[in-house]
């Protein structure tokens, strides 16, 4: 049992449990959660609710600001990252309602709630197209999207951007058909054309073609449409080559198209969209459900690895565009994850991003994982660096042993018996105050979703008497 050091068990921040030896409330220093927390232990350790609780605090200083310093105040944009599907999902709705805040749904395989649109990046369609193959690159397997092939999908994605946006493509390239040959969908999202310009549906390189052909004639008779022009000037490389010289661009690329055309129901123009500007600059809860949806419709696993990599990458260049110098201003991006496993994609950037230089962007993170072997060692390790560490049961032997030398750097206080023997809800902590690092030392922490009605005033907090549920 090592004590809850004394400056903890005043009102610096969140209250995250109790003193094992006294019962004392035991707080995190407020101003030091933008340093991040990691919060890393197996699954039922209690990691997931602490990580919730943490949103439902940030939810009351948006609702009731404290104006105590280094606490986050009402300007804090709360991105709930889960995967777990409806159950966990739910919970952060339910943090949201209890507290009397409105929480915005995103559930990827639900077309009734919002979308996210990863095009909206501004600039031209060229532009946009390669940014979201650089989240495409970032989500699939290291060197799944070789350079040249990166190339050949940014001028087809371009081209599918302006199918997209103009209706007239579609028609034309379906107009006098041959009986039995394939039309192409009208109304359907720019990844759909892109599969087909690619070859890779059932009308293979002559319905591409017919696509193209149609997207050259409308060029060539709207002059003025800069978009689409641009477009045609910048996509078609491709169709200058020979049928098999264009097999060759994309046969590596097919089965990521595929995959990607799986996800229709996100990507279609017909679903409700925002964008992340508008999400990060809301000062609101967000919540991001990746797995089974709340009302039923299931995500292949593959696919939850897919869009939350994809989506936590676009998130991270929308803060690069929007959010310079909101530390200094005082406002923030949350950023909570339950399992960093499936936000991080096939390089380090841009979950180590978040932590080396998000700060002076306002982004704060929680990052939880119960698979860190999984992580890539300089995403593992930044985990271990944050400025607040809370560490559950364990088992794996390499991890308990890096545990042990973050607690206990002397190797005095410490040993792998102490992390393998935590009771559930029980957790080793390491953090610190505004001014120095302090001793780690064991928490009892709380299950505040037990109760969330008693959250504000354990916390607290007054809450006004009107209430709004979760939308």
């Known amino acids: 049992m090592r004590i809850v050091p004394p400056p903890l068990l005043e009102r610096v921040g969140p209250i995250v449990g109790t ?32 990580a919730r609780a943490l949103f439902g605090f940030d939810i009351l200083e948006q609702m009731c600001p404290s104006g105590l310093p280094g606490f986050p105040g009402e300007k804090n944009s709360l991105i709930a990252f889960e995967n777990k599907g409806p159950d966990g999902a739910k919970h952060y709705l339910d943090w949201a309602a209890a507290l009397g805040q409105t929480a915005v749904l995103i559930d990827v395989a639900d077309t009734n709630t919002f979308g996210i649109d990863f095009t909206a990046t501004g600039g031209s369609m060229s532009s946009r197209a390669n940014e979201f193959v650089d989240a495409l690159v970032y989500a699939f397997e290291d060197g799944a999207i070789q350079s040249r092939a990166r190339t050949s999908l940014g001028q087809i994605f371009t081209l599918a951007l302006a199918v997209e946006a103009t209706p ?29 310009l690619s070859g890779g549906t059932g009308g293979g390189d002559a ?27 910048y996509g078609s490389y491709p169709f200058t080559k020979t049928p098999s010289e264009r097999l060759k661009m ?29 999400v990060v600059t809301a000062f609101r809860p967000t919540v991001l459900n990746f797995g089974q949806s709340i009302s039923g419709e299931q995500v292949a696993e593959r696919n939850t690895k897919l869009m939350s990599s994809m989506a936590l990458y676009t998130l991270q260049r929308q803060i690069e565009r929007t959010c310079s110098g909101w530390e200094e201003l005082k406002q923030w991006v949350s950023i909570y994850a339950d399992e960093l496993s499936l936000l991080a994609g096939s390089t380090a950037e841009p979950v180590v991003w978040f932590q ?68 559930n809800f029980t957790a080793a902590v390491k953090t610190s105050t505004n001014v120095n690092d302090l001793p780690a030392f064991t928490l009892s922490v709380e299950n505040f979703e037990a109760e969330r009605a008693a959250f504000a005033t354990r916390q607290g907090y007054q809450l006004p008497t009107t209430t709004e549920g979760a939308a």
């Open 356 to 423: 080396d230089k998000g700060r002076s962007f306002g982004v704060r993170t929680i990052f939880a994982t119960q698979r860190q072997t999984q992580l890539m060692s300089e995403v593992a390790d930044m985990l271990l660096s944050m400025k607040t560490l809370i560490a559950y049961k364990q088992r794996n032997p390499d991890i308990i042993d890096k545990l042990v030398r973050i607690l206990d750097p002397n190797g005095e206080d410490w040993r792998a018996s102490d992390i393998t023997s935590l009771p």
């Open 250 to 278: 994309f046969e590596s690329s097919q089965t990521k198209l595929s995959q990607l055309a799986e996800m229709e129901g996100w990507f279609t123009p017909k679903r409700s969209k925002v964008t992340w500007h508008q």
């Open 168 to 196: 007239e493509i579609t028609a034309s390239a379906n107009e006098n058909l041959e009986p039995l040959e394939p039309v192409i969908e009208s109304g359907r999202s720019f990844v759909y054309y892109a599969y087909v």
């Open 19 to 50: 003193a094992p030896d006294d019962g004392n409330s035991a707080h995190l220093f407020a101003s030091q959660l933008q340093y991040g927390v990691a919060l890393i232990g197996e699954r039922g350790s209690g990691k997931s609710q602490l």
């Open 207 to 233: 319905i591409a073609k017919r696509l193209h052909a149609a997207i050259k004639a409308y060029a060539g008779d709207n002059p003025d449409n800069d978009a689409v022009v641009e477009a045609m000037t």
